[in-house]
């Protein structure tokens, strides 16, 4: 048995800190709180213990150590992916988020599902990472916000990405690049509802896809036991998402109040990516035109969000990395305690809600036999929420990664 000692621990349901803070450890369950240390102790001193963080969307694919967000789509073999996955996936772990969403492969890849395959060699402990849950690749429509091509303004047949790896229109294309997906190992499904800030695809609020098209993806990953997450800005697109059955927006830029009724009515989740709007690096270097385009949605994200944290809209953390850097997710806490969340309520949309979410009882709370995913901070992150950007215990499993 280990036993973990700090100076306390928090209780994400009720808000308590509890001190000390006491957790005892076998293989990789929690089989204990409080009480008097047992077997091998670690002293953690004055840090206060949380569950691991989650990180409900990110593409561990993308980003990271000489990527260029234009050029890196032709340049870069899944190969090359692959490796620069393996160093986003380490950092993010140190930065304490021990489970994530990767949502989406927009790339050329042959079909192959590369988080898949991270997810794979993290679980069996080749490489260090979090606990992936998997998307395979993002279901889009030929020219929408997720056709790679769509990021460069490439020339026709450069980069034309095949159903399987989510170019689909109409419903037969989207049933057979849904279950592409769930044959090869994704446990989420990602679809692009309306276009966004990022690419050349015109108004951010723009739908991508018929009402027809919407159900067949839901049904098909419904029937096989998924959820559907959507990337989608605006109201009316949003409004589209929810009434044909999708689970989760990601985003949900720009949408009113009726909007934000119907998802609180309907318990749609929604991972809201605030932090990139206080400062996207990528979007320093992208073209006048996205730029303007970031100007007229970003002020507007900032106002829905603040009226849907105070109308009770489930919301999850989602950095959006590498939208931001991989390794600085809790740049997210920060943006939502910024937006009108409570710390408590920002450590709850990043244990709690992202475990419902995932629909996951195992992790989510420091809890007798729940997974051994225990990040420690120095200070009180209930007075502080930015104490959550430098972590200096990670533990995954009951294995500790650092301290």
């Given at each position: 048995?280990?036993?973990?000692?700090?100076?306390?621990?928090?209780?994400?349901?009720?808000?308590?800190?509890?001190?000390?803070g006491i957790v005892k450890i076998e293989g990789e369950r929690i089989v204990g709180l409080g009480g008097k240390p047992e077997g091998e102790v670690l002293d953690l001193g004055?840090?206060?213990?949380?569950?691991?963080?989650?990180?409900?969307?990110?593409?561990?694919?993308?980003?990271?150590?000489?990527?260029?967000?234009?050029?890196?789509?032709?340049?870069?073999?899944?190969?090359?992916?692959?490796?620069?996955?393996?160093?986003?996936?380490?950092?993010?772990?140190?930065?304490?988020?021990?489970?994530?969403?990767?949502?989406?492969?927009?790339?050329?890849?042959?079909?192959?599902?590369?988080?898949?395959?991270?997810?794979?060699?993290?679980?069996?402990?080749?490489?260090?990472?979090?606990?992936?849950?998997?998307?395979?690749?993002?279901?889009?429509?030929?020219?929408?916000?997720?056709?790679?091509?769509?990021?460069?303004?490439?020339?026709?047949?450069?980069?034309?990405?095949?159903?399987?790896?989510?170019?689909?229109?109409?419903?037969?294309?989207?049933?057979?690049?849904?279950?592409?997906?769930?044959?090869?190992?994704?446990?989420?499904?990602?679809?692009?509802?309306?276009?966004?800030?990022m690419s050349h695809t015109g108004p951010s609020g723009a739908r991508h896809y018929s009402d027809e098209e919407v159900r067949a993806i839901t049904d098909e990953a419904h029937?096989?036991?998924?959820?559907?997450?959507?990337?989608?800005?605006?109201?009316?697109?949003?409004?589209?998402?929810?009434?044909?059955?999708?689970?989760?927006?990601?985003?949900?830029?720009?949408?009113?109040?009726?909007?934000?009724?119907?998802l609180v009515k309907e318990g749609t989740w929604v991972v809201a990516t605030q932090a990139l709007i206080d400062d996207m690096p990528v979007l320093r270097s992208s073209e006048?035109?996205?730029?303007?385009?970031?100007?007229?949605?970003?002020?507007?994200?900032?106002?829905?969000?603040?009226?849907?944290?105070?109308?009770?809209?489930?919301?999850?953390?989602?950095?959006?990395?590498?939208?931001?850097?991989?390794?600085?997710?809790?740049?997210?806490?920060?943006?939502?305690?910024?937006?009108?969340?409570?710390?408590?309520?920002?450590?709850?949309?990043?244990?709690?809600?992202?475990?419902?979410?995932?629909?996951?009882?195992?992790?989510?709370?420091?809890?007798?036999?729940?997974?051994?995913?225990?990040?420690?901070?120095?200070?009180?992150?209930?007075?502080?929420?930015?104490?959550?950007?430098?972590?200096?215990?990670?533990?995954?499993?009951?294995?500790?990664?650092?301290?």
């Amino acid at each position: 048995m280990l036993t973990l000692k700090a100076a306390g621990l928090l209780d994400v349901d009720t808000g308590e800190i509890i001190r000390p803070g006491i957790v005892k450890i076998e293989g990789e369950r929690i089989v204990g709180l409080g009480g008097k240390p047992e077997g091998e102790v670690l002293d953690l001193g004055d840090l206060t213990l949380l569950p691991g963080l989650m990180d409900m969307e990110l593409n561990l694919l993308m980003g990271g150590p000489g990527e260029h967000h234009l050029t890196s789509q032709t340049r870069d073999d899944p190969p090359t992916r692959m490796m620069r996955a393996t160093q986003n996936a380490r950092r993010t772990l140190r930065a304490g988020f021990t489970t994530v969403r990767n949502l989406g492969l927009f790339c050329k890849t042959g079909g192959y599902l590369l988080d898949v395959a991270l997810k794979n060699a993290i679980d069996v402990g080749w490489i260090d990472g979090p606990r992936i849950v998997p998307a395979g690749h993002a279901i889009t429509p030929t020219g929408g916000h997720l056709d790679p091509t769509m990021f460069g303004k490439f020339a026709p047949h450069v980069l034309q990405l095949s159903v399987e790896e989510g170019l689909a229109n109409g419903v037969e294309e989207v049933r057979k690049a849904v279950r592409h997906q769930i044959k090869h190992g994704a446990e989420v499904i990602k679809m692009c509802g309306s276009g966004g800030a990022m690419s050349h695809t015109g108004p951010s609020g723009a739908r991508h896809y018929s009402d027809e098209e919407v159900r067949a993806i839901t049904d098909e990953a419904h029937r096989r036991g998924l959820r559907v997450a959507a990337h989608t800005h605006g109201s009316v697109a949003v409004r589209q998402m929810v009434e044909c059955g999708v689970d989760c927006i990601e985003h949900a830029f720009m949408i009113d109040d009726d909007t934000i009724n119907l998802l609180v009515k309907e318990g749609t989740w929604v991972v809201a990516t605030q932090a990139l709007i206080d400062d996207m690096p990528v979007l320093r270097s992208s073209e006048p035109e996205i730029q303007a385009k970031a100007a007229l949605i970003f002020p507007k994200a900032k106002i829905s969000i603040r009226n849907a944290i105070e109308a009770g809209v489930k919301i999850a953390v989602g950095s959006d990395a590498p939208a931001i850097p991989h390794g600085k997710n809790a740049l997210e806490l920060v943006a939502l305690v910024d937006r009108g969340m409570t710390p408590l309520q920002a450590i709850q949309a990043a244990t709690i809600v992202g475990a419902d979410l995932i629909d996951v009882t195992d992790r989510g709370r420091l809890a007798e036999g729940l997974l051994a995913d225990i990040i420690g901070v120095a200070g009180n992150p209930l007075e502080d929420i930015n104490v959550l950007r430098r972590v200096p215990f990670v533990m995954k499993g009951g294995k500790q990664f650092i301290y």
